[in-house]
């Protein structure tokens, strides 16, 4: 007897499996149309509108006429590169160290030269204010060294400053990137080279320098992108005097009402990035495999004598007080006034200054600012993972996809800002457009904290599991969700302290007068007024800042898997 | 002649080597035998110039190579992963200690030929190293050592990366290289380096007795960074001087025992009084001594037959190796682990065996 006769269910099963099949593939049609379309539109079509905003002849012909524009362009130039150049230069012996050596704290260290890669370019502009400022600790102790009558050093607003909070910011990428691929290289390499009759420095140089070229060319090239698009430091540091073309951006826009002209320098400002953007995919993707590989610990050895212990003390002091030392004037200078300690500037946060800029109490852009960073986390949270699900899931798309959802983190956040502003116009009396901003920034991040995650997974986990007799959902319980799930934990502090410390974008969308700024934006208003309270408010809010961002770094290092994720 | 003087060394205030001497004349293949841990690693490198000794001294045809950085020692080292470089081609690898040595560049192209060659890797010049097996990546790491005629050649568990098979046949190549000085690989071949017949001296880790059998002229048993014996591999099989390298060297029978008399060569053991034919030392009589009965010790006795050393027991197990017989034998309390050669008619596992032991595969060891 043909029992399916008897049993509608089971005739109609196949009838309803597909139906149920039709329903997800729409389903998941729909999300993975979403990420796209959010894409779409609030990142092509912004960068579509500058490019559109740019074609009139007149802002070429006023561009390429003027001296003044190509100075820009030359000084933003060579700025990177001289910042690059430094970045190597005191980077590259912590990279040997931490990738050769063992000593006690090494972990701690190696995090703390990734915390001020996490800071927010405000805080990093209000520290380096804090420690090297008029009445900062080093000109103080200075003066009271010396009996000087004025502080000797002024680096206010001058190129130096600049210059040392690139280092400040950068140094990391060295330590992470080629210290990392140092570490894997065989020593044995070197030590054949030198039984071979090459000298130290020349085993460096025939051997352990060729096999560091890609590391080395991929952290120059995110260094230089970095400081290449380097916003809040130039602006808040520099002052009028210096000018690159993301600074030229907003004043051009902002203080001489020329978005044609803006539209012009984001038009130079995307070709470079996404040049330098993709050459530095291409040299990242390169120093992922290493040739020789060998287990971590088996490279690095306790320093030995007293020669190299001394040396390698002396780098690492120097390392940790250029590290430290600025947020350390931060958060002490927030809570001293004239007459000593006192929390006289943190007191006066909820109270609204007369003759305030911000025509809000201060303490009432930290609400905002953690309410964007809530919102950006689900809103990102939800497109980032959407993404990373297509990508995993879509092998096929994936040359065409992956490079898409990579292009916001090449793009600056001065040009996104701009392209909101010209495109979306009517929403700046919204806080919407904030978010969405937020929000875009913090996606590239989700997607590359949850996809290699998702990659990694070795199948033979799986496997494993499911020999030893677990379904296939209990598979994805017991294995993909634990480690996916811390992921996307790591992906959710990723786009919390994004959004705390989003400056370029914002200072483009907020309206002054608006009641939806946030904590970077009063602080950089603060800085840029004179008188004592207003710089002690930049301080504590700058501290407040901080302390949100380190907690958000110290999360995500606890969290994560060593090594996997790419930032 | 290179002459290791007390040398000692710590990590961590750990010792690791405690006042190694040692000398190794012209010619020579050492082996350093020893389990991971033993020290003998670190010694190489010592030798090599890659760690320092804490103290001691290391001498070369009577120079002090203290003060001699590594890079100007002239020394060849194989490495246990073979360390190539990964960035050049496999000519470019064995060139670089000529290159180092600033060698004209045809003198040197023809010398990295005729170093492939030897080590049976002609035209593989151009190859990439991390295209090359491990066997070929073994070869590349002995050329390249070579090339440059080093006044001592290291080697550093050369084969230890390898499987069985392949470590079998290159070891036996690796020792005709060695003692001949690089034997032409086809007969006739032109050769220009001009180091015919004459033997690299050597020094050979490994942690795998047959190995340092097959290979060395003189073995150095290390264990917890001291030498504990240092003979040629006969002497160091027939009469190893303690139940350590006895056992590090795959032997299994150790017997407690006191010498029975003044002056007789026999010793008590549980096995009851056994002849043995060297007697070590000058132990007095009835001081305890440790007694080995190497596995080819044992001979089947018919019923009647009459010898020394007389055993009876049970066969226990019987296990058919290919060129061997390996046996087990409980008698008494003891139970002796023999070999016999393929063709010996032995009884059935569980019937008894009446057995006399060689007293010249007895020895007597240090307890």
Redesign the interface.
């Known amino acids: 007897m043909n029992s399916r006769l008897f049993n509608p269910a089971a005739a109609l099963s196949p009838l309803l499996a597909g139906n149920l099949r039709l329903r997800g593939l729409l389903l998941g049609t729909l999300l993975f149309l979403a990420p796209l379309l959010f894409l779409a539109l609030f990142f092509f079509y912004p960068l579509g509108n500058i490019l559109l905003t740019s074609l009139t002849v007149e802002a070429f012909s006023r561009l390429l006429s003027r001296a003044y524009y190509l100075g820009i362009l030359w000084f933003t130039l060579w700025q990177a590169t001289l910042s690059t150049v430094l970045t190597l230069l005191i980077g590259l012996p912590a990279a040997y160290i931490f990738a050769r050596y063992t000593f006690p704290g090494k972990g701690t260290l190696r995090a703390l030269t990734t915390v001020p890669f996490v800071m927010p370019t405000v805080v990093v502009a209000t520290a380096f204010r804090a420690l090297l400022g008029p009445a900062g600790p080093v000109n103080t102790l200075l003066v009271q060294t010396f009996d000087l009558a004025r502080a000797p050093i002024q680096v206010e607003q001058t190129l130096a400053v600049i210059l040392i909070a690139h280092v400040f910011y950068n140094v990391t990428i060295v330590v992470r990137l080629v210290g990392g691929f140092w570490a894997t290289l065989?020593p044995?390499?070197t030590?054949?080279?030198?039984?071979?009759?090459?000298?130290?420095l020349?085993?460096f140089w025939?051997?352990t320098l060729?096999?560091l070229r890609p590391p080395l060319i991929a952290a120059s090239l995110l260094i230089y992108l970095f400081t290449f698009t380097s916003f809040g430091v130039i602006l808040l540091l520099g002052g009028p005097t210096f000018s690159t073309l993301e600074t030229e951006i907003y004043r051009q826009y902002v203080t001489f009402l020329r978005p044609d002209v803006a539209a012009v320098l984001s038009l130079l400002q995307i070709v470079f990035t996404f040049g330098l953007m993709a050459l530095y995919v291409r040299w990242q993707q390169r120093s992922a495999v290493a040739?020789?590989f060998?287990p971590r610990q088996t490279t690095a050895r306790?320093p030995?004598g007293w020669l190299e212990r001394t040396a390698i003390a002396l780098l690492l002091g120097g390392l940790t007080l250029f590290l430290v030392a600025p947020l350390l004037a931060l958060v002490l200078r927030s809570v001293t006034g004239a007459e000593g300690l006192t929390l006289a500037y943190y007191q006066a946060l909820p109270e609204l200054q007369r003759g305030s800029v911000t025509f809000v109490p201060p303490l009432l852009a930290v609400r905002n600012s953690l309410l964007y960073a809530l919102l950006t986390v689900v809103v990102s949270g939800f497109f980032g993972l959407a993404s990373a699900i297509l990508l995993h899931r879509r092998r096929r798309w994936r040359s065409l996809l992956d490079p898409l959802f990579m292009l916001p983190l090449g793009a600056s956040a001065v040009t996104l800002g701009f392209g909101y502003v010209i495109s979306y116009d009517t929403l700046r009396t919204s806080p919407l457009l904030v978010l969405i901003g937020h929000s875009l920034v913090a996606f590239p991040f989700v997607v590359r904290s949850v996809l290699p995650v998702m990659e990694g997974i070795p199948p033979r986990l799986r496997e494993a599991a499911a020999v030893l007799g677990a379904s296939p959902s209990r598979v994805w319980m017991a294995i993909d969700l634990p480690i996916v799930g811390r992921a996307i934990l790591v992906a959710a502090v990723f786009a919390f302290t994004v959004s705390m410390g989003e400056f370029g974008a914002t200072s483009f969308i907020v309206r002054p007068n608006s009641g939806y700024v946030t904590l970077p934006i009063v602080i950089a208003r603060n800085l840029g007024r004179p008188g004592p309270l207003y710089f002690g408010q930049a301080l504590a809010l700058s501290t407040i800042l901080m302390a949100v961002s380190a907690a958000g770094f110290l999360a995500i290092e606890r969290v994560r898997f060593a090594d996997v994720g790419e930032f | 002649m290179l002459e290791l003087l007390e040398i000692s060394k710590s990590f961590?205030d750990q010792p690791v080597l405690r006042d190694i001497s040692l000398q190794i004349a012209e010619g020579e293949v050492v082996a350093l035998l020893g389990p991971s841990g033993s020290g003998k690693t670190t010694l190489l490198r010592i030798v090599?110039?890659?760690e320092?000794a804490d103290s001691g001294a290391l001498l070369l045809d009577g120079e002090n190579l203290a003060t001699v950085?590594?890079?100007?020692?002239?020394?060849?080292?194989v490495?246990?992963?073979y360390?190539?470089?990964?960035?050049r081609t496999v000519a470019e690898n064995v060139g670089?200690?000529l290159k180092?040595?600033d060698w004209e560049r045809e003198a040197l192209a023809g010398r990295v030929a005729e170093m492939l060659a030897l080590v049976g890797m002609a035209g593989f010049g151009p190859r990439r190293v991390?295209d090359l097996s491990g066997g070929e990546q073994q070869r590349v790491a002995l050329a390249?050592?070579l090339a440059?005629e080093p006044a001592l050649l290291?080697l550093d568990e050369p084969l230890g990366a390898l499987d069985r098979a392949l470590r079998e046949r290159l070891l036996l190549e690796l020792r005709d290289i060695l003692k001949e000085g690089g034997a032409p690989p086809r007969v006739g071949a032109q050769r220009m380096g001009g180091r015919e017949g004459r033997p690299v001296t050597s020094l050979y880790v490994t942690h795998d007795q047959a190995e340092a059998f097959a290979i060395a002229d003189r073995i150095v048993v290390m264990n917890e960074g001291r030498i504990i014996q240092d003979d040629p591999p006969s002497a160091l099989y027939r009469h190893p001087r303690t139940p350590f390298v006895a056992r590090f060297i795959g032997m299994h029978n150790l017997l407690e025992g006191r010498w029975a008399g003044e002056g007789a060569e026999t010793v008590a053991t549980a096995l009851g009084e056994l002849r043995v034919d060297r007697r070590s030392g000058d132990q007095k009589a009835g001081g305890p001594v440790v007694l080995l009965i190497r596995p080819e010790a044992g001979r089947l006795l018919g019923s009647d037959e009459s010898a020394p050393n007389v055993v009876e027991g049970r066969l226990k197990t019987v296990s058919f190796r290919g060129r061997y017989q390996q046996v087990e034998v409980a008698a008494r309390d003891v139970l002796l682990q023999l070999t016999f050669t393929a063709e010996e008619e032995l009884p059935h596992p569980g019937e008894p065996v009446r057995l006399a032991l060689e007293p010249s595969a007895l020895a007597v060891l240090e307890g």
Do not use: I, K
């Open positions: 065989n044995g390499v030590e054949a080279a030198r039984v071979l009759g090459a000298s130290r020349r085993a025939e051997v060729p096999l040739l020789d060998r306790r030995e | 961590d090599a110039g890659l320092r950085p590594v890079h100007r020692r002239g020394f060849g080292m490495f246990q992963d360390a190539l470089f990964p960035h670089f200690g180092m040595h991390y390249r050592a440059p290291l």
